[in-house]
């Protein structure tokens, strides 16, 4: 069995959904985890349930001073970071690129990318220092197609996979592995309360439809848990569909 004993792993959107369920599996595997939200009560609650693995840290990854914040309560708590799961983002209302606004773009941009920049960029250094680590990216199917959501959450999930890879390139000999998950669609809290844009959303619908099964969040941590192991040890830079056959289509 994989095993992740001394090794310290930072989650962030850990309260809910895909993030929630990396947590507990890294947690079960034997690691520490620093459980990062912007919604503090939720990150408290994995922390909670994960009993002394965890620690939880209320975290915007979108501000830059609120990271640096997190990667420094992440190394005082526990000395080191092996894993991060860069996981938190949100979604578009599905608009296409003559209806979506600018506030809209700039908010998913920011947090989708710029935010998976921002933690990744605080947590590299301390990486480099320890002589490793592994990186895995939550991205999406429409982090490699067109058609499976708005242009601003679509262009933002190619921004990832392009982080992803140079990443992956720039610190392949310095022992620091960086590989992105592709989901489906995954039954999370994700649309809870969204709004779409109608023309987009009758688009998209007979595309996402294709899906035809949703994931659990599990499926995607236990993804996650295996290119954080040492047992992926030589996949680096792996955009990695998980989605049930979808993207095969
Ligand atoms: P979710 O809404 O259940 O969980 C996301 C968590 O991220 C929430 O707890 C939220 O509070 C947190 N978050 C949002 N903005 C944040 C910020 N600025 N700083 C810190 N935390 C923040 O959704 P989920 O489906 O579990 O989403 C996790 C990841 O999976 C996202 O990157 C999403 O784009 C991706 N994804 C989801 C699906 C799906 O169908 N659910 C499909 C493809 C990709």
Redesign the pocket.
């Known amino acids: 069995m994989t095993t992740f004993e001394n090794k310290v792993c930072l989650v962030?959107?850990a309260?809910?959904?895909?993030?929630r369920a990396m947590a507990v599996a890294f947690a079960k595997a034997g690691a520490r985890v620093v459980v990062?939200?912007?919604?503090a009560e939720?990150a408290q609650r994995t922390a909670a349930d994960l009993g002394d693995a965890a620690v939880s840290v209320a975290?915007?990854?979108?501000d830059e001073t609120s990271v640096s914040a997190l990667a420094e309560a992440a190394i005082s708590a526990y000395g080191r970071i092996d894993v991060l799961c860069n996981?938190?983002?949100?979604?578009d209302t599905m608009a296409l690129p003559a209806d979506v606004t600018p506030e809209l773009w700039e908010r998913v941009l920011r947090?989708?990318l710029t935010?998976t920049f921002l933690v990744t960029h605080a947590v590299l250094p301390h990486m480099l220092h320890q002589g490793g680590g592994a990186i895995v990216n939550?991205a999406?199917?429409a982090g490699i197609r067109g058609g499976a959501a708005g242009v601003a959450y679509t262009a933002s999930k190619h921004g990832v996979v392009g982080l992803t890879k140079s990443v992956a390139w720039a610190y392949a000999k310095d022992g620091i592995r960086c590989n992105a998950i592709l989901?489906?669609?995954?039954m999370?809290?994700?649309a809870t309360g969204a709004t779409f844009d109608p023309v987009g959303a009758a688009r998209l619908g007979p595309v996402l439809a294709l899906g035809e099964r949703l994931a659990q969040?599990e499926q995607m941590a236990d993804a996650a848990v295996f290119l954080a192991s040492d047992a992926a040890s030589f996949i680096n830079g792996a955009i990695v569909p998980v989605d049930g056959g979808w993207s095969a289509a």
């Open positions: 962030t959107g309260g809910s959904g895909i993030g990062c939200d912007v919604n939720s975290a915007d990854i979108s996981n938190a983002g949100i979604m947090v989708n935010g939550t999406s199917e989901p489906g669609p995954t999370t809290n994700i969040p």
